[in-house]
């Protein structure tokens, strides 16, 4: 069997060894870029030899300038469609030809050109930053790489913000896990710790400053975090534990290690946790106010508006909320 190539490289080589020269034989000099972004288990590097059963083929996206994809848009294409081997090393090939205006219209409803507020980071799904800020550039010509370095993560206030409502997710439900086990409902008491350590999974993505993917690769590219070797052995007791108090204990345990990954951070002064039994019941949870240290650094004045309303967090962090990118100008009301 053929050794396994990446998505990625065969891209490269696709543009490299069959693209590349027909535009420079048929538009010398033409402007141009060249990438692998967007949808893909090949663009975000997590594609193996599975991933090739489907939608998997040697592909690049071309950028034009706006004024060259109106005047030259239709003649590339037909000279790639003409010049472009059907296959390439053994698999089907494709292409598109886009503005870049264009573009990240489509994928993220936003114009490149005009400022990015803070309620637009706030309706960005983080998916649809990896997709754009993942991948490769093979080429550039037209600023690509200047638009990817806009999206390259959060804005300093936003990113706070993010972090505050992340550890509001975890601190209403964290006594819940015992609740639900002290009346026999262990299922129930299952779901709610498995969401807690989802809940602590991304704040880990937040305080790594990378963007966290959909669910099929959240837990891949976990396990690529500088914090997976120490934290991932206790999250999987929460999971694996079979009844509440083994559950109760080894979130616990994450919580600590998480804490102590905000404190190393120096972002705000530290924090300290403390072991809380509410209203008295047998129930364990470590409380420290982290959302007050995050909310009391931020300066910027459209940040402190959306933080001074209850934290609902960015788009993934609203519970069951699922709409595509042209919903986002009416989810942007949310945060005006």
């Known amino acids: 069997m053929a ?3 990446t998505g990625l490289d065969m891209s490269r080589q696709f543009y490299q060894e ?46 034009l300038r706006e004024e060259d994809r109106a005047r030259h848009g239709d003649a590339v294409g ?7 081997p059907l296959r390439f090393r053994g698999r089907p090939t494709d292409h598109g030809i886009h503005a870049l205006r264009g573009y990240f219209l489509e994928l993220l409803d936003v114009e490149i050109e005009g400022d990015l507020e803070a309620r637009d980071w706030l309706t960005f799904a983080e998916q649809q930053l990896r997709m754009i800020t993942a991948g490769a550039v093979y080429h550039d010509d037209v600023g690509l790489q200047d638009v990817r370095d806009r999206f390259a993560y959060y804005p300093h206030d936003v990113w706070l913000y993010l972090l505050a409502a992340g550890w509001w997710r975890i601190h209403p439900e964290a006594n819940l896990v015992g609740r639900a086990g002290s009346v026999g409902d262990e299922l129930g008491s299952a779901l709610i710790g498995s969401r807690l350590v989802h809940d ?12 966290a993917p959909y669910s099929k690769w959240f837990g891949t590219a976990f396990s690529r975090l500088a914090c997976a ?30 804490a102590t990954m905000h404190n190393a951070l120096r972002i705000t002064p530290t924090v300290p946790t403390q072991e809380h039994q509410l209203w008295e019941r047998p129930f364990k949870v470590l409380w420290g106010d982290f959302p007050g240290a995050l909310l009391a650094q931020i300066q910027d004045p ?8 209850w934290p609902a967090g960015g788009v993934d962090q609203l519970r069951d909320l699922l709409l595509g990118p042209r919903s986002r100008g009416r989810l942007l009301r949310v945060f005006e």
């Open 18 to 63: 069959a693209v590349r020269p027909i535009l420079d034989a048929s538009f010398p000099g033409l402007p141009h870029s060249a990438a692998l972004l967007g949808r893909g288990s090949e663009v975000l590097g997590f594609d193996d030899e599975m991933s090739t059963d489907h939608n998997w083929e040697p592909r690049v996206l071309l950028f």
């Open 78 to 84: 037909a000279a790639l469609r003409r010049g472009l």
């Open 229 to 258: 070797a120490e934290l991932s052995p206790v999250l999987w007791k929460a999971l694996q534990a079979q009844t509440w108090p083994e559950r109760e204990n080894a979130l616990l345990a994450a919580y600590e290690q998480v």
């Open 200 to 211: 602590l999974m991304r704040l880990c993505f937040l305080m790594e400053r990378q963007y």
């Open 3 to 5: 050794e396994f190539v």
């Open 302 to 309: 459209a940040v402190k508006r959306i933080a001074e309303r």
